[in-house]
């Protein structure tokens, strides 16, 4: 689990790189370089304030285990304020 200040999501990651997505720590933030096509499902999820799921890592891994979780809660309370 990383905690962040902000979230930049770049959808210019080219499908021929070999990878489903790239997540790297950027100053006190997180850079997520996802497809055009994950871009356009993460609108929508947005949109719909749906939970949404990005799988990191290559495409031939067998056993992918960092994910990036945009999740809508119930309580803000519990949420960053700032």
Request: aromatic share 8%; charged share 30%; proline share 0%.
């Amino acid at each position: 689990v990383t905690g962040a200040s902000f979230v930049v999501f770049n959808g210019a990651l080219k499908t021929s790189s070999g990878f489903l997505a790239k997540s790297s720590i950027v100053e006190d933030g997180l850079m997520v370089q996802i497809t055009r096509e994950t871009m356009e499902s993460l609108r929508q999820a947005l949109r719909d304030k749906k939970d949404f799921k990005i799988t990191c890592g290559k495409m031939d891994a067998g056993d992918v285990k960092e994910y990036v979780d945009i999740c809508w809660v119930e309580n803000e309370e519990k949420t960053n304020k700032g």
